[in-house]
């Protein structure tokens, strides 16, 4: 007698464009995926969401399962967390009640250290997954993600009730398949604070200048003076996460150099962030490596004036907003 195999429901908590790309994938795969939409609810209810990708072509996803209130979605056996919004206690204690026993929550942020505070507000039965994110998206229009290159995403075991390494890696190699069946790339990785101090050394370089030098990355790194700041920038961040106990592989600069060369040009999120007068992830990206690297004896002089000329623009924005 055959066995009935029943597809896991898959709640995606901030549908902007990590939500929206990984959202529609999921969902083209056959999976029954859910998506929590503010802003952008009632457009995405009339009009569906639409991936406009240069890998997939453009998929329309019509009709979407989507709610505008967290509370409102059916309970589900993975949460994809994709917001920014982790300090809002409504939206987390909304998580929680929607969190199947036993349910994964994929947090998939930048920056260092940003599972503690979510960890914080979940039941010991419940596990947490941090995923990082190697796609090139942002949110073109409500309802609207462009995709330029790549589209993966690796996962590590934070915390929660699976014991021991292998109880662990049979967690994280779950959540990975769900993407490798939606066509994507997923790995199951060892260390999370290797992995995410090894992404940081792209993301602070290239999140700060796109926004300092209002540029994407192929202008950026075309320009000898700016590619010579992106490499110093890096190999800077490199010596922080040796002195923190995260060394790099060898070579690994040079491999991120050579990637980022052959991608489209490619604006990151910190600079959508900006021109659409929302605060930027500074915290997450800037002060806490600083703060890190600080304890363990390293400065980083380069990163915390790239911060400082940051702070700047972002105090200015707020100032702007706050004139009649």
Not at 200 to 209: E, M, Q, R, S
Not at 210 to 232: F, I, K, W, Y
């Amino acid at each position: 007698m055959n066995e009935t195999v029943v597809s896991p429901r898959i709640g995606i908590i901030g549908t902007g464009a990590i939500g929206g790309f990984y959202g529609v994938m999921l969902a083209r795969a056959g999976f029954d995926v859910h998506f929590l939409l503010r802003s952008d609810f009632q457009q995405v209810t009339d009009h569906g969401l639409v991936l406009d990708s240069l890998i997939h072509g453009r998929l329309h996803l019509h009709p979407v399962q989507g709610y505008a209130a967290a509370q409102d979605l059916p309970v589900c056996d993975y949460l994809l967390i994709c917001t920014k919004a982790l300090d809002d206690p409504q939206l987390l204690a909304s998580v929680v009640g929607i969190a199947a026993p036993g349910a994964s929550l994929l947090l998939m942020q930048n920056g260092l250290r940003v599972e503690e505070r979510l960890r914080r507000t979940l039941p010991d039965e419940l596990h947490l997954l941090g995923g990082l994110c190697l796609s090139c998206v942002h949110r073109q229009s409500p309802g609207v993600v462009a995709h330029q290159a790549m589209g993966g995403v690796n996962i590590a075991y934070h915390s929660g009730p699976a014991q021991g390494l292998e109880q662990q890696r049979a967690v994280v190699e779950s959540a990975a398949r769900l993407f490798r069946q939606a066509g994507l790339e997923s790995n199951a990785i060892g260390d999370l604070q290797q992995a995410r101090w090894q992404k940081l050394v792209l993301n602070i370089a290239t999140n700060g200048l796109s926004v300092l030098l209002d540029c994407g990355t192929e202008r950026m790194l075309a320009d000898a003076d700016s590619c010579a700041l992106v490499r110093a920038l890096m190999e800077e961040v490199g010596q922080a996460a040796g002195a923190c106990g995260y060394p790099l592989p060898p070579g690994f600069i040079e491999q991120l150099m050579y990637m980022a060369a052959r991608v489209p040009d490619y604006y990151p999120s910190m600079y959508h962030d900006y021109r659409h007068r929302r605060p930027m992830e500074l915290e997450a990206i800037y002060e806490r490596p600083l703060a890190m690297a600080r304890r363990a004896g390293c400065e980083m002089p380069r990163t915390q004036t790239l911060l400082q000329a940051l702070r700047f623009l972002e105090s200015r924005q707020l100032c702007a907003k706050e004139q009649p």
